[in-house]
């Protein structure tokens, strides 16, 4: 099961930990609950610094 990072695209917040998740599909659905839940709490201008969240898997990275 490959791995999935979750990092926000700013250069200070990797995701060091991760999740096992059976394919992109599932980690694209991880990333849409987390950054709902984010977005319900955040300030205006922390919505701006969530729309660059990139994941990765191993040490490639792509928008989600």
């Known amino acids: 099961m490959p791995r999935y990072y979750f990092d926000l695209n700013t250069g200070i917040v990797p995701d060091e930990e991760g999740l096992d998740?059976?394919?992109?599909?599932?980690?694209q659905d991880e990333a849409?609950?987390?950054?709902?839940?984010?977005a319900r709490d955040a300030r205006p201008s922390v919505v701006a610094v969530l729309s660059k969240?990139?994941?990765?898997s191993g040490?490639?990275?792509?928008?989600l």
């Open 59 to 63: 040490t490639t990275a792509a928008p």
């Open 53 to 56: 969240w990139r994941s990765r």
């Open 21 to 27: 998740l059976r394919d992109l599909d599932a980690a």
């Open 32 to 38: 849409a609950r987390s950054l709902g839940g984010m």
